[in-house]
Structure formats: C-alpha cells, structure tokens
C-alpha cells in the first residue's frame, strides 16, 4: 500500500468518526429535548394533581357540611312533631282546680294517644306483650322474677313493668317484664 492508499483510509475514517460525531450530537440534543419536554409534563402532572387533591379536600368539607345541614334539618323536623303533643299536655295541666281527676285523665290519655302517633310516624311501634306470652330475650328485659302456682305460667311473663319500643330494624328498648317461676312445692 502507498501513502496515497493510507491519506485515503484516513480521510475515510475521520469521515466516519464526524459523522458518528455529528450523530451523537444530535442523539444527544434529541434526548435532551426528551427530557425537557418530560420535566414539562411531570410539572404539569404534579400541578393538576395539587388542584384534583384540592378539589377533593373541598368536595369533602362540602360534602360534611351537606350532612351535618341534613341531620339538623331532619331533627328539627322531628321536634316540630313533638311540639303540639307538648302543648297539649300543657293544656291538661292547665285544668281548672276544681275539675275532678277523669277529666285531668281524659286529657293525659288524649296526649298519650297523640304522642304514641307521632313515635308511629317516626317508624317506632309499642313492643306488644300479653301476659302468658313467653318470655323473648330479645324484646324483654327480665327484672324480676315471680313465684307462680299454675304451671302454665313458668317461664312466661306475668307483668310489665315498663313499655318497649322498636323500630322494623331495632328494639330501642326492650320492655321490662317480670317472670313467673313455678313455686317450689314444699
């Protein structure tokens, strides 16, 4: 090979080392652009995430607002019931001295009546109970027990002492019942 031969191979290589030059310059401002163009849309990422996170936090508040306004509105409704059987019982206590005890009764069973209404209005029921009825732990609440002589009444409820009330869900209260145990024959 002449030194013509060795100038050639060596422009030929410094051609191909420009040109790979030149191509990892341009790889490189390509990735670059790559990047700053992603680092824009990470910005622009993170800020609608800081307004959908605000968004959110506000449609919580708004939200919790909404409820607690609905529950104080549900209650006052709820008291406005009650107001009229108030009136009225104030209205039986209000009789005149000389009335005789019947009439202050009448008026107490009319608002007993009234108010038992307005609990069946809000979904509440009176716990039914007759005596002889078996004893349900679910809806009585033993309070006592009774020493009975008719078997019958072993086990069963001989006397309520308080009321019970329910809802279709719940029992609210259960009734207070006393229960019979037969008597010992001695």
Do not use: C, W
């Amino acid at each position: 090979m002449n030194n013509r031969d060795l100038d050639n191979n060596e422009n030929i290589e410094t051609d191909e080392n420009a040109v790979s030059q030149d191509q990892v310059s341009e790889a490189n401002n390509d990735i670059e652009s790559q990047i700053i163009e992603l680092s824009n849309k990470i910005s622009e990422l993170q800020n609608e995430l800081a307004l959908v996170r605000a968004d959110f936090y506000n449609y919580r508040q708004r939200a919790e607002k909404d409820k607690t306004r609905i529950r104080t509105s549900i209650s006052e409704d709820r008291v406005l019931d009650f107001i009229p059987v108030i009136d009225n019982l104030d209205r039986a206590l209000n009789v005149p001295e000389d009335s005789t005890g019947a009439d202050v009764l009448k008026g107490v069973r009319m608002v007993q009546r009234q108010f038992l209404n307005v609990l069946q209005d809000l979904g509440v029921e009176v716990i039914a109970i007759s005596i002889k009825s078996e004893f349900d732990p679910l809806l009585h609440d033993a309070v006592g027990m009774e020493e009975v002589t008719d078997a019958d009444l072993d086990g069963k409820v001989v006397q309520e002492l308080l009321k019970g009330y329910r809802t279709k869900e719940r029992v609210l209260r259960p009734s207070q019942v006393r229960v019979g145990k037969l008597a010992s024959k001695n």
